[in-house]
């Protein structure tokens, strides 16, 4: 019963399907058998390719029913397709008796001894195929992961051109800027603070860095930096993070994480409208116009200050036309001030430090450990199917068990990440004079410290009014 496959480009013309099917009638005649059934024959195109083979398939259904003794074939590896398939064929044909009798090669016979021996040490070879192949995915993987992109001289910005060992000023300004950044600083603050310190992007190996070009840091940059996961001693493979690095970290696994989650909420650019904003509450207050709600900006100026408006021109449903000036239009400078003042206030209280207190604050070696772990198990599941990188299509069975753990090991890094979110307020906090390090904190970080404690609504302070009414600057706590 001979199951016929060629692949039919790299076979030759001379080994064609017809040429296979008259050698495994000819080994039927010749040694007294009854063809069973009829040759299966695939013709496969794509015998490299990772098509589901239904033929080969039935074969295996056909042997394990025990519906034929014998199976003929020109040659085991035109049976077979890969080391996968033959270790399936093998072992189904000894569990049922089947015989492989092959025109070019010896007949595996699993009712006898020697027969037994031929099958299980192909059967071992096909292992072992399965399994340098996944550790080869596993090492090309790694290679290319550890090599990351300053191979071609790149070098990556903290690092020796080897990517092995850190480069000490630039390793110590990518921890401030991790800090920086969690607490509130733009990419944008960091670049130019980059550039201040006479730091350039690392185009050139680290040695040669006075031959290349060297550039100032931008936003775009620095985040590109900050998103590289060597910088945490981790290494990645097409954006999955496939274990550690062998080199150390600059900084540690939740503080990128953290970074990695704050860089890729969609609301935070490089330097969007709101980060461009002059003034304090710009972008960051609301309208408190009733369902209003929208952001004010700081546009114009009345009698030469500036002033806080919000954009929204139309009316509301329940408005009435002949009642304008409703969304807010009022200066800056006090509602500044005020805001200002009262976070101070805040954060000078002596129960200000339970507001660092984060009671859901993680174990986070424990669930490193714990994601390590569940990291580990994908990795053998896929290389028991094969190296998932290598199937696009990999079998149901295989995404049903792959799908928890992957879940699982996101929600532990968003866990990570969460104990990572180093307190923005915990500077202002610990500080002997919270006004001064206050008043020495950028407006991104007043912000971020804001955006953490509280959330203000400016109302309209109506026509004339020219002393500044607390009560028009709304300050709702934010439950922490
Ligand atoms: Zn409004």
């Not at 989650?261 to 330097?271: F, K, P, Y």
Request: hydrophobic fraction near 40%; glycine fraction near 10%; charged fraction near 30%.
């Amino acid at each position: 019963m001979p199951y016929l496959r060629i692949s039919s480009d790299r076979s030759g013309e001379g080994l064609g399907v017809e040429r296979q099917r008259v050698d495994c009638l000819a080994l039927i005649e010749g040694r007294g058998w009854t063809l069973a059934r009829a040759p299966f024959c695939e013709n496969d195109a794509s015998a490299a390719g990772r098509k589901p083979r239904p033929l080969f398939r039935a074969l295996l259904d056909l042997v394990r029913s025990g519906g034929v003794d014998v199976i003929v074939a020109w040659s085991l590896d035109r049976l077979v397709r890969n080391a996968r398939d033959r270790l399936a064929l093998v072992e189904a044909c000894r569990d049922a008796g089947v015989m492989i009798a092959l025109c070019r090669g010896s007949d595996m016979d699993p009712t006898t001894p020697a027969g037994r021996l031929a099958i299980d040490v192909l059967g071992s070879v096909a292992q072992h195929e399965i399994d340098q192949k996944a550790d080869r995915q596993r090492s090309a993987a790694q290679q290319a992961a550890e090599n990351g992109r300053w191979i071609g001289g790149r070098r990556a910005f903290g690092y020796t051109a080897d990517g092995l060992s850190i480069v000490e000023d630039e390793a110590a300004a990518l921890r401030d800027a991790y800090a920086a950044v969690l607490a509130g600083e733009t990419l944008r603050g960091v670049a130019r603070q980059w550039n201040r310190a006479g730091f350039t992007t690392a185009q050139r190996p680290y040695r040669h860095a006075h031959l290349g070009e060297r550039s100032p840091w931008r936003g775009d940059a620095v985040r590109r930096v900050l998103l590289n996961p060597r910088n945490a001693g981790l290494r990645a493979h097409k954006g999955e993070i496939m274990g550690q690095a062998c080199w150390d970290g600059v900084v540690d696994e939740s503080t990128w994480r953290a970074t990695r989650t704050l860089l890729s909420d969609s609301a935070r650019t490089t330097g969007g409208p709101t980060a461009m904003g002059k003034h304090f509450l710009s972008g960051v207050a609301l309208c408190g116009l009733d369902g209003c709600g929208a952001l004010v900006h700081g546009g114009g100026a009345s009698h030469g200050k500036p002033v806080y408006r919000c954009r929204t021109t139309q009316l509301l449903p329940d408005q009435r036309p002949d009642v304008p000036g409703t969304h807010v239009n009022r200066l800056a400078a006090p509602a500044d001030q005020y805001v200002s003042d009262v976070v101070v206030a805040r954060l000078s209280r002596p129960d200000a430090r339970d507001l660092l207190v984060d009671h859901k604050r993680a174990d986070v070696p424990a669930l490193r450990e714990e994601a390590t772990v569940l990291r580990a198990r994908l990795d053998a599941l896929a290389a028991e199917f094969g190296g998932g990188a290598e199937e696009p299509l990999p079998p149901r069975e295989y995404r049903a068990m792959r799908a928890p753990l992957v879940e699982k090991i996101e929600s532990i890094e968003g866990r990570i990440a969460d104990a990572g979110m180093v307190d923005k307020l915990g500077a202002l906090v610990r500080a002997d004079d919270v006004a001064a390090a206050w008043d020495e904190l950028t407006r991104d970080r007043r912000r971020a410290v804001l955006d953490v404690l509280a959330e203000v609504r400016l109302h309209a302070v109506g026509r004339g009014s020219r002393t500044f009414r607390p009560e028009t600057v709304e300050i709702i706590w934010k439950a922490r």
